[in-house]
C-alpha cells in the first residue's frame, strides 16, 4: 500500500495530515494511474488549514486506524487543499452544490478513475447521528455500488461533467449607470436595518459591497448607501467578530448580531477590510474608521508577516482542540489579571456568557469613558492571552491574497501616512516578483519559507498582483512594477480568454475534468472581476485601448450577477462604478508625499495614480514634467489632462469640486 506522502508538501494543511494513517496522495496523475491500476474509486478529501469541521473529521476518521485501513484498501485516498488548488476546489464544489444543494469544507467526493464525481458530501460524522450517516456506512455504501452497479455510477460521473463542463459564462452586457443604481436598491431591501449587514445568520463581511457603495455614494451623493456601510462597518468593528485586543477580524459571525465569531483569521477577509476601512475614513474622517484600518494593518504586519516578507494565510480557529479558546474570557479570568478593572471591563466588553460554557467573546459597542484605561487593561490582556497557546498559522504565502494585502496596505499607508505600510507592501510585492514568477513569465500560486509550490497561478493570482504592481506606482516611482504588470496582464490575455471569455485556469493549465469559469464575487473577489479592476487600472496608466477592451469584457461577465444578486457581484461593482466616475488618472510629477496623499484620499477610489520623476517610462507621465521646479499633479481623463496644479488644497478643489 502506498505511503503518506503529504510530509513532502509545501501546504501546511497537506503537512498537518502527515501522520494520519490514511495513505493520503498528493493531487497530480499519479493518483489516478493507480486507481486505474487497482480499479477503485478516488476519494478525494478537500480543505483548509483554519478550517474547523476539517479538524473535526481529521480527528474522528482520518487519525482512526480501522478508519483509515479501509479506505486504503478500497479507494486512492487524495488530500488538497483549497487554497493551494482553488481550480480543483471551484469544480468539484460545483459538483458537489449541484448533486447535493449546498457545499463547504471540508469537502468529500468520490470520483471514478477518470476523475469523474459520482458521490459528493462536506462533513461525515464517525457516528450516525441527526439523520446523518456515519462516514463508515457512507464508504461501505460506495463500494457495495462501486461493485454492483459501476455501469449506473459511470453514467453519473459522466452526466456532471457534460452537464457542468457545458456550462459557460454568458455576457450580460454592461453594468452601466443604470445597473448601478439598481444595484444599490436591491442592497438596500437586502439590508439589516437592526444589526447591519445583509441577510440573516451566518453573516459574513459584506467587503466588496461596502466598497461599492462607498464609491457609489462618492459619486452620487446616496445618503442611503453611506448609511448601510457606516452602520455595518460600525457593528462589525464593535461586535466580536473583530480582535478588540491585538486587531484583524474573525471569518464570519455564527449570529445576525456580529457577537461570536468563526474564529479563524483569514488574510484575504483583513486585506478586503483594510481597504474598506481606510476607504471610509477618506470619506468621512470617521475616528473609528482610523483605528480600525491601522489596528488592522498592524494585525498583518505583526501576526501574519512571514520572515521572507510576505503574508500567511490565515490563523487558526482552534487551539488545544477547542474552538476560539484563545479569545474568549470567563469573568474570574478578568478578575484574576485586572483586579479593580475587571467590573469596568465586564460590563463594558459584555462578557456575559456569549460564547460556550460561561465565556464570552469582547465587544466594544461603545467606546470607553477613558481611553487610558482601557489601553491600560488591553495590554494587561494581551499579556495574559499571550501565556495561551498561540493558534496555528498557515504560513504559505499565496499570490493573489498577498496582492490584495500589497493594495490594500499601499493606500493605507499612503492615506493614513505610515510609510511603514508602504515598506511592507514593496517587500511583499518583491517577493512574488523574484519567488513566484518564473523565467517564463508564469505566476506560481503559493510559497512557503521562500519555496515555490507546485501549483501554477490561477487568475485571481494573476490579476490581484498585478493591481498591487499598479498601485504602487502611485507610492515609489518604481516604474519596473508597470512592466511586472504588464506582463502578467497580457498573459492573462494570452491564457486566460477563449472564445470571447474568461476563464480561471490557463489555456497550458493540467487539463481537469472542466475548466473552471466563475465570476461571482463570494469569500473574496472573483477572478474576473479582479482582471477587470486591473485591465482597467493598465489603460489608465498605458492608454492602450485593447487593456480598455479586455476590461470591458471582463465586466460583461458579471453583468447579469450584478443586476440580480449584487450582493454576489461586489467588486465587479466597484470596479464599474470606478469606471463610471471617469475613470481618472493622476500623474504626479516630483516627489510630493502630500499632493500623492490627497490624490489617492480624494479621488474615486481605484482611480489610477503614477507618481514619477520627469522622463519617465510610464506613458502617463510621458511629456509631463515640473511646475516652476516644483512637483506638480495633472488630473487626466483618457490622457487629456487638465492643467497642472502644485499645491495640495487645490488638488483636493480640483478631485472635490471645492467640496
Not at 483548509?48 to 486506524?65: K, R
Not at 504565502?397 to 493606500?411: F, Q, S
Not at 481623463?637 to 478631485?655: G, S
Amino acid at each position: 500500500m502506498t505511503a503518506n506522502e503529504l510530509g513532502s508538501s509545501t501546504s501546511p494543511y497537506l503537512r498537518q495530515h502527515a501522520g494520519n494513517p490514511v495513505a493520503w496522495k498528493q493531487w497530480g496523475e499519479a493518483a489516478f494511474a493507480e486507481a486505474r491500476e487497482r480499479d477503485v474509486p478516488v476519494f478525494l478529501s478537500v480543505g483548509y488549514s483554519a478550517c474547523h469541521w476539517c479538524h473535526v473529521m481529521a480527528h474522528e476518521s482520518f487519525e482512526d486506524a480501522a478508519t483509515a485501513a479501509y479506505l486504503n484498501e478500497h479507494f486512492v485516498n487524495v488530500k488538497v487543499d483549497r487554497e493551494e488548488r482553488p481550480d480543483v476546489d471551484a469544480i468539484y464544489m460545483e459538483a458537489t452544490v449541484a448533486m447535493t444543494g449546498r457545499g463547504g469544507w471540508p469537502m468529500s467526493v468520490f470520483l471514478t478513475p477518470a476523475g469523474e464525481p459520482f458521490f459528493c458530501g462536506t462533513y461525515f460524522p464517525a457516528d450516525a447521528r441527526h439523520g446523518m450517516a456515519s462516514f463508515r456506512q457512507v464508504l461501505e455504501s460506495l463500494i457495495d455500488a462501486w461493485r454492483t452497479k459501476r455501469e449506473q455510477i459511470a453514467g453519473i460521473g459522466q452526466s456532471v461533467v457534460e452537464q457542468l463542463g457545458a456550462r459557460q459564462q454568458v455576457a450580460g452586457g454592461a453594468i452601466d449607470a443604470a445597473v448601478l443604481e439598481r444595484a444599490a436598491a436591491v442592497l438596500k431591501v437586502d439590508f439589516d436595518p437592526v444589526d447591519a449587514g445583509f441577510g440573516q445568520a451566518p453573516k459574513f463581511p459584506p467587503s466588496m459591497v461596502l466598497d461599492f457603495l462607498l464609491r457609489h455614494h462618492r459619486r452620487t451623493g446616496s445618503v442611503d448607501a453611506l448609511a448601510m456601510v457606516e452602520a455595518s462597518c460600525e457593528r462589525m468593528a464593535r461586535g466580536g467578530m473583530y480582535d478588540q485586543l491585538a486587531g484583524g477580524f474573525a471569518r464570519y459571525s455564527v449570529d445576525a448580531q456580529w457577537i461570536v465569531p468563526h474564529f479563524e483569521k483569514m488574510l484575504y477577509d483583513n486585506a478586503l477590510l483594510l481597504d474598506v476601512y481606510t476607504h471610509w475614513w477618506a470619506v468621512t474622517g470617521s475616528p473609528l474608521a482610523q483605528r480600525v484600518a491601522t489596528e488592522t494593518a498592524d494585525f498583518l504586519l505583526a501576526e501574519l508577516l512571514t520572515p521572507e516578507g510576505g503574508f500567511a494565510s490565515a490563523l487558526d480557529a482552534d487551539t488545544e482542540g477547542e474552538e476560539g479558546r484563545y479569545y474568549v474570557w470567563a469573568p474570574d479570568e478578568l478578575r484574576d489579571v485586572l483586579g479593580d478593572d475587571a467590573a469596568w471591563v465586564i460590563e463594558l466588553c459584555d462578557v456575559t456568557g456569549t460564547f460556550e460554557q460561561g465565556t464570552s467573546v469582547l465587544q466594544l459597542r461603545r467606546d470607553p469613558d477613558s481611553a487610558e484605561r482601557w489601553e491600560r487593561v488591553k495590554r494587561l490582556l494581551l499579556v495574559a492571552r499571550g501565556r495561551r497557546t498561540y493558534p496555528g498559522r498557515d504560513d504559505k504565502v499565496v499570490a493573489a491574497w498577498n496582492g490584495l494585502a500589497i493594495t490594500a496596505l499601499t493606500r493605507a499607508g499612503i492615506v493614513l501616512d505610515r510609510p511603514e505600510y508602504v515598506d511592507a507592501a514593496v517587500r511583499a510585492a518583491t517577493l512574488i516578483r523574484d519567488v513566484h514568477l518564473d523565467s517564463s513569465g508564469r505566476l506560481h500560486r503559493t510559497s512557503r519559507d521562500g519555496v515555490v509550490g507546485s501549483a501554477h497561478g490561477v487568475l485571481e493570482d494573476y490579476a490581484a498582483y498585478a493591481q498591487a504592481c499598479l498601485t504602487l506606482l502611485a507610492a515609489t516611482s518604481d516604474d519596473s512594477w508597470l512592466t511586472v504588470a504588464k506582463a502578467l496582464l497580457d498573459r492573462v490575455l494570452e491564457q486566460f480568454v477563449a472564445d470571447g471569455a474568461f476563464f480561471d485556469t490557463a489555456g497550458d493549465a493540467e487539463k481537469l475534468a472542466w475548466r473552471p469559469q466563475d465570476a461571482t464575487d463570494n469569500a473574496s473577489p472573483s477572478g474576473v472581476s479582479l482582471a477587470a479592476e486591473a485591465l482597467t487600472t493598465l489603460a489608465s496608466v498605458t492608454g492602450e485601448a485593447r487593456y480598455e477592451e479586455a476590461a470591458d469584457l471582463a465586466l460583461a461577465a458579471s453583468a447579469a450577477l450584478a443586476a440580480r444578486a449584487p450582493r454576489f457581484a461586489g467588486r465587479a461593482l466597484a470596479v464599474a462604478e470606478a469606471r463610471q466616475a471617469g475613470p481618472l488618472e493622476i500623474a504626479i510629477v516630483g516627489a510630493d508625499k502630500e499632493l500623492t496623499r490627497v490624490a489617492v484620499q480624494h479621488a474615486p477610489w481605484g482611480t489610477a495614480v503614477v507618481r514619477g520623476e520627469p522622463g519617465s517610462d510610464v506613458p502617463l507621465l510621458a511629456g509631463r514634467g515640473l511646475v516652476d521646479g516644483r512637483a506638480a499633479a495633472y488630473v487626466c481623463q483618457k490622457f487629456t489632462c487638465k492643467l497642472p496644479v502644485v499645491l495640495p488644497e487645490d488638488l483636493r478643489a480640483e478631485l472635490t469640486g471645492g467640496r
